[in-house]
């Protein structure tokens, strides 16, 4: 019985090693994620994720929020894990009164309740010209947009949607000097680096590999007013959502994770005290 017993747990071993070994093998996609938050459902900072139509080329359908009835769409990427382990960052390393996170689409009058947003894959969403108006008005009252996880060519599009929302007013590299950088966490220069997805992660002879997509440069722009106050947050060929959506997953660099929470909280930071 005993050496039944341990082909049996010999045999799980190699089962679970194997199946490591394939999680690897295309990146760390499938890594744990963690259980679901118990957020209060109210509270001074809800986690806004903005629903968005794709565009018709870049729609697949693949579901992503399915298993709650949420629909599917490529602004459901990362969620519901993403938006909630930064929510919980948030509740540790400050202050603030942290609700439940929640989604909604820009035409929805709860927008104006809340200081900040965040909309993920930016390259491929289609505003109508009611969410272009919206999105107008919402952040010239004093509201703030994080964009997020698009790359390469997805930029021509992202511009031009922005030059709808906000005519005139272009998009800049972050200065080192700007406000963002420093009202809660020192942001050095040398941390305008790559934060990868997990799909840019692999396993190594001497650990993990983060393998930046070839041609891509990591970018923090924004887009100010006229007083120079930001509006929009852009995080460019990098993937913060990800890093949030990973934290608390063994495989996922601990750095990169620790320098996402420090954007995520100083761009919070600013967009409730400005």
């Not at 909630?84 to 390393?93: A, C, D, K, M, N």
């Not at 060929?237 to 990169?256: H, I, K, L, R």
């Not at 954007?263 to 400005?274: E, F, K, P, S």
Request: charged fraction near 25%; aromatic fraction near 14%; hydrophobic fraction near 40%.
């Amino acid at each position: 019985m005993r050496t039944c017993l341990v082909a049996v747990v010999l045999g799980l071993l190699t089962m679970a090693a194997l199946a490591q070994r394939q999680r690897f093998r295309f990146g760390l996609e499938g890594a744990t994620e963690g259980r679901a938050s118990s957020l209060p459902a109210q509270g001074e900072f809800h986690f806004i994720r903005v629903e968005y139509t794709d565009l018709p080329e870049f729609h697949r359908g693949y579901g992503f929020g399915s298993r709650n009835g949420t629909g599917d769409g490529w602004w459901l990427v990362d969620w519901p894990d993403s938006d909630e382990h930064f929510s919980l960052g948030v509740q540790r390393l400050t202050r603030i009164e942290t609700g439940a996170p929640l989604h909604m689409r820009l035409t929805d009058d709860r927008l104006f309740d809340h200081p900040w947003l965040y909309a993920t894959q930016t390259g491929w969403w289609n505003l109508s010209e009611q969410e272009i108006a919206r999105l107008r008005e919402y952040l010239l009252r004093g509201g703030f947009l994080v964009t997020d996880d698009f790359w390469g060519e997805d930029w021509g599009w992202f511009q031009r949607t922005m030059e709808r929302v906000l005519p005139g007013m272009p998009i800049t590299d972050i200065a080192q000097t700007d406000l963002v950088m420093h009202v809660a966490y020192d942001i050095e220069e040398k941390d305008r680096t790559f934060i990868p997805g997990t799909r840019h992660l692999w396993r190594g002879p001497g650990g993990i590999i983060v393998r930046q997509p070839p041609g891509t440069t990591p970018a923090w722009r924004a887009i100010h007013d006229e007083r120079n106050r930001m509006l929009v947050a852009v995080n460019y060929n990098t993937d913060v959502g990800d890093a949030w959506e990973y934290a608390d997953s063994p495989y996922y660099p601990e750095p990169m994770t620790a320098l996402a929470y420090r954007y995520g909280v100083n761009y919070l930071i600013y967009a409730m005290t400005h």
